[in-house]
């Protein structure tokens, strides 16, 4: 399975950002896709994650401002960021989670928020 992000960026304060992943290669309907960060020096941390039916979980920190998406179809995970602070400047990584548990990464994109 292989995953690739588009969608960083530089942008100001308060500015909006899309994310967006296909996976591809052999993937299971039953699995869960999602945006992870990580910030320079510190350890990587879930943003939002999507179930297959379409349930969102969100990062407290995240809440009212991204807004993650799915398309099943076409394997596809977006992710909307409004209201971005310089708090959210990190490298985010798509990944993907087959119900048995094996997961999968993409290459990170850089998302820099200039305050």
């Known amino acids: 399975v292989q995953l690739v992000e588009s969608g960083g960026g530089l942008v100001q304060a308060g500015a909006s950002l899309r994310l967006s992943c296909t996976a591809s290669?052999?993937?299971?309907?039953?699995?869960?896709m999602g945006w992870y960060r990580q910030a320079p020096g510190k350890q990587r941390d879930m943003v939002a994650t999507?179930?297959?039916?379409?349930?969102?979980n969100y990062a407290d920190s995240v809440k009212g401002r991204f807004t993650i998406s799915r398309d099943n179809a076409k394997n596809t995970v977006a992710q909307q960021m409004n209201i971005l602070k310089a708090e959210d400047k990190a490298v985010y990584y798509c990944?993907?989670?087959?119900?048995?548990?094996?997961?999968?990464w993409g290459q990170g994109t850089q998302v820099t928020v200039s305050s």
């Open positions: 990944a993907l989670v087959e119900w048995y548990g094996g997961d999968y």
């Open positions: 999507i179930a297959n039916d379409g349930s969102p």
């Open positions: 290669g052999t993937i299971f309907s039953d699995n869960t």
